[in-house]
T-cell receptor, first 113, second 115 residues
Framework: NAGVTQTPKFQVLKTGQSMTLQCAQD?????MSWYRQDPGMGLRLIHY???????DQGEVPNGYNVSRSTTEDFPLRLLSAAPSQTSVYFC????????????FGAGTRLSVL | AQSVTQPDIHITVSEGASLELRCNYS??????LFWYVQSPGQGLQLLLK??????LVQGIKGFEAEFKRSQSSFNLRKPSVHWSDAAEYFC?????????????FGTGTQLKVEL
C-alpha cells in the first residue's frame, strides 16, 4: 500500500523556471492538500481540494497553481520559481471533508537558485 | 483566526527520562487537536488526536496527551524517552465546525535524546 506518493524527492531550479510537483494517493481520499515547511514556521497550507474539480486557496497560495482532474492526483505548479519558494513541500490526503486524520507524503525538497 | 504555539524550539532529554512538550492553541470553540512527529527526511506521522470525550488520549509509541480546556493546552507526554524518539514534533489544530480539514500547525519542537 503506497499511501501518498510525492515526486520528485529533490529538485533544484533556477529563478524563473517552471515545474510541477506531483502528488498521488491510492486510498480514494476526497481531500488533498499541499503544505510548505520552512524553518521556524511549521507547515503552512498552500492549496487544498475537497474533491475532483474543486480547489481552493490556503494560507500562502501566491506563486502556486493547482488542479484536481482525478481523485488520485493533485499536482502543484510553480509557474515562475523564485528563491522565496525554496522549501520542503508536503502533500497530504484524508478520507473526507470533515476533520479526519491527514496522511502525509515523504516530501519534496526544492531549492530555487 | 486559529493559532498554535509551541513555546519550546529545542528540548534535550536523557534517554529514560520523562518528556513533556507544550502546545497552546487559540480558537473560539473546541477544536480538533493533533500531534504529529517528523523523523529526519521523512513526512509527518500522526501520534495521536483529540476530537471529543476523554481528555487524556493515548497514541502510538507510548505517547499520551491531555486536553485542558481551561488552559487552552494540549501537552504531549511520554514517561520514558527512547533514543529513537529524537525527531521534530508538531502540534496542530483544526476547526470543529466547517473549514474542512484545514490544519494550522505550530512551529515545531525539536527533540534531542542524550544517551
Amino acid at each position: 500500500n503506497a499511501g501518498v506518493t510525492q515526486t520528485p524527492k529533490f529538485q533544484v531550479l533556477k529563478t524563473g523556471q517552471s515545474m510541477t510537483l506531483q502528488c498521488a494517493q491510492d486510498m480514494n481520499h476526497e481531500y488533498m492538500s499541499w503544505y510548505r515547511q520552512d524553518p521556524g514556521m511549521g507547515l503552512r497550507l498552500i492549496h487544498y481540494s475537497v474533491g475532483a474539480g474543486i480547489t481552493d486557496q490556503g494560507e500562502v497560495p501566491n506563486g502556486y497553481n493547482v488542479s484536481r482532474s482525478t481523485t488520485e492526483d493533485f499536482p502543484l505548479r510553480l509557474l515562475s520559481a523564485a528563491p522565496s519558494q525554496t522549501s520542503v513541500y508536503f502533500c497530504a490526503s484524508s478520507p473526507g471533508t470533515g476533520m479526519n486524520i491527514q496522511y502525509f507524503g515523504a516530501g519534496t525538497r526544492l531549492s530555487v537558485l | 483566526a486559529q493559532s498554535v504555539t509551541q513555546p519550546d524550539i529545542h528540548i534535550t532529554v536523557s534517554e529514560g527520562a520523562s518528556l513533556e512538550l507544550r502546545c497552546n492553541y487559540s480558537y473560539g470553540a473546541t477544536p480538533y487537536l493533533f500531534w504529529y512527529v517528523q523523523s529526519p527526511g521523512q513526512g509527518l506521522q500522526l501520534l495521536l488526536k483529540y476530537f471529543s470525550g476523554d481528555t487524556l488520549v493515548q497514541g502510538i509509541k507510548g505517547f499520551e496527551a491531555e486536553f485542558k480546556r481551561s488552559q487552552s493546552s494540549f501537552n504531549l507526554r511520554k514517561p520514558s524517552v527512547h533514543w529513537s524518539d529524537a525527531a521534530e514534533y508538531f502540534c496542530a489544530v483544526g476547526p470543529f465546525t466547517g473549514g474542512g480539514n484545514k490544519l494550522t500547525f505550530g512551529t515545531g519542537t525539536q527533540l534531542k535524546v542524550e544517551l
